[in-house]
Each structure stands twice: as structure tokens, then as C-alpha cells.
T-cell receptor
Framework: GESVGLHLPTLSVQEGDNSIINCAYSNSASDYFIWYKQESGKGPQFIIDIRSNMDKRQGQRVTVLLNKTVKHLSLQIAATQPGDSAVYFCAEIKTDSWGKLQFGAGTQVVVTP | GAVVSQHPSRVICKSGTSVKIECRSLDFQATTMFWYRQFPKQSLMLMATSNEGSKATYEQGVEKDKFLINHASLTLSTLTVTSAHPEDSSFYIC??????????FGQGTRLTVV
């Protein structure tokens, strides 16, 4: 099944703190996962990805953790900045779906000074 | 990363008219493009999968005669909203993939039907 959100949960974070955004994915056959950032009125922007044979991947200020046992994905943002305020979506892909993404519900991150 | 350009970014049209939205992959050849619709405060809903040189595959509940998709080349897909009505007002987003992995998104098109 697909996980589609009707209302976005909100995560309020103080500037400088670390953010943790969680996502539960639905398809145990998915083997590739991507985190996207979407600012208001814009298309999603690629942040970081991870393949199912990994459980952690780090980028610049971001870390993605994958727990296949419980089908859980998380995005950690270090030293959150005002520019990080956006909606964050996780997405999953199956190898044979040729790039067809299934999006999670999304989380609105609000960074407060 | 790869660049996907979507045009127009905003369009206002009268009820009953048709609107065409273009999606271009600027620096890679996209064998597959996807069209999404997004309502305020909600996630992206896949409308259809567009493959170059073949008919689009529509998701359940999406009217193919309403949302015409053409993928005439490896760098261009178009979505035409025919006989638009106010309920078609939404944010439409395309994405393109080169090798079936990371999908890159266009900037989105805000359609308002009055």
C-alpha cells in the first residue's frame, strides 16, 4: 500500500539544534530511498539518498538512517538553520519501477530563532 | 544534480479552456517522466508515468482524457489539462529520471482556474 498524508505534522526546532524527521515506509520490497526538501511554491529538492543494503549515510549536515526491520527511515539535520524551514518528504523506489516514487506524508519543519 | 525545467510556473485560466504545462530535462535524456499533483499541506500524488514514444500510464482515478500527456522526445513531456474547471486548480509537478533511480523535479506549476 501507499502512505499518503492528508495533514502535515509539524516539527518546531530552535535554530542551532539538531532536527530528526521520521518516516515510515510501506513497501518492504523498496530498495532505494530518498529524502526531499520542498519549500513553499517550489518543486521537491533532492537532499540525500540511501540504498537498502546500507543503514546509514551521511552528507553535509544531514544523515539518513534506514531500519529495514521496522521499515523506518529518518533524516537528521545538524545545527538547524532558518533556511532549513520547509516540508520534508521521504520517498521509496523499487528497482523495477523505473524511478516511480512513493512519497511519505511529509513533515513541516519550522525553525525558530 | 540534473536539471529539470517546468514551464509555466504560474498560470491562470478561464473555466473551460485548456492549459499546457511543459517539463524539460535540460542536461540529460529522460526516458521516463512523472507527473504529480499536490494539494496544499499534502503530499505529492502521482498522476501518470510518461515514457518517451509510448502512451502514458495513468494512476487509478486519474482521467486520461482530462489530463493529456505527451512525451515526444527524450527531453520533453507535456501535460495538458483539458476543459479546466476550478476543481483542477492545484500545484502540478513533473519529475524526470535518467536511469531509473534518483528523480529530479521541476519547479512546479501553480494552476488557478477561474
Amino acid at each position: 500500500g501507499e502512505s499518503v498524508g492528508l495533514h502535515l505534522p509539524t516539527l518546531s526546532v530552535q535554530e542551532g539544534d539538531n532536527s530528526i524527521i521520521n518516516c515510515a515506509y510501506s513497501n518492504s520490497a523498496s530498495d532505494y530511498f530518498i529524502w526531499y526538501k520542498q519549500e513553499s511554491g517550489k518543486g521537491p529538492q533532492f537532499i540525500i539518498d540511501i540504498r537498502s543494503n546500507m543503514d546509514k549515510r551521511q552528507g553535509q549536515r544531514v544523515t539518513v538512517l534506514l531500519n529495514k526491520t521496522v521499515k523506518h527511515l529518518s533524516l537528521q539535520i545538524a545545527a538547524t538553520q532558518p533556511g532549513d524551514s520547509a516540508v520534508y518528504f521521504c520517498a521509496e523506489i523499487k528497482t523495477d519501477s523505473w524511478g516511480k516514487l512513493q512519497f511519505g506524508a511529509g513533515t513541516q519543519v519550522v525553525v525558530t530563532p | 544534480g540534473a536539471v529539470v525545467s517546468q514551464h509555466p510556473s504560474r498560470v491562470i485560466c478561464k473555466s473551460g479552456t485548456s492549459v499546457k504545462i511543459e517539463c524539460r530535462s535540460l542536461d540529460f535524456q529522460a526516458t521516463t517522466m512523472f507527473w504529480y499533483r499536490q494539494f496544499p499541506k499534502q503530499s505529492l500524488m502521482l498522476m501518470a508515468t510518461s515514457n518517451e514514444g509510448s502512451k502514458a500510464t495513468y494512476e487509478q482515478g486519474v482521467e486520461k482524457d482530462k489530463f493529456l500527456i505527451n512525451h515526444a522526445s527524450l527531453t520533453l513531456s507535456t501535460l495538458t489539462v483539458t476543459s479546466a474547471h476550478p476543481e483542477d486548480s492545484s500545484f502540478y509537478i513533473c519529475s524526470a529520471t535518467e536511469q531509473g533511480w534518483s528523480a529530479f523535479f521541476g519547479q512546479g506549476t501553480r494552476l488557478t482556474v477561474v
